[in-house]
Nanobody, 117 residues
């Protein structure tokens, strides 16, 4: 079945950077749109970014546009999210998903990003 394993989260100060990774298996990664979503404490799931097959097009929520960058390495079946200029409101559990990031899409266990001084 579909397996998605996120890593790279941690504690960072405001203005700092992190790079998240998501290793995918159990489906044809190279032909699949994949996404990042996040969930802050006490809040619902928030779509962050998507990248289509081949990486020709990327999409971002307004809250992260210009600060986060999504990329993929199809040879490694891996999705990445570069997080720059982090803000306290970026604190959340970050998940990668197979698909466009809807509630029903398969996702991994998540990696925690905490932005705090």
């Amino acid at each position: 079945g579909v397996q998605l394993d996120e890593s790279g989260g941690g504690l960072v100060q405001p203005g700092g950077s992190l790079r998240l990774s998501c290793k995918a298996s159990g489906f044809t990664f190279s032909t699949t749109t994949v996404s990042w979503v996040r969930q802050a404490p006490g809040r619902g799931l928030e779509w962050v970014s998507s990248i289509n097959s081949g990486g020709r097009n990327t999409y971002y929520s307004d809250s992260v546009k210009g600060r986060f960058t999504t990329s993929r390495d199809d040879a490694k079946n891996t999705l990445y999210l570069q997080l720059n200029n982090l803000k306290t409101e970026d604190t959340a559990m970050y998940y990668c998903t197979k698909g466009w990031g809807s509630e029903e899409d398969p996702r991994g266990q998540g990696t925690q990003v905490t932005v705090s001084s």
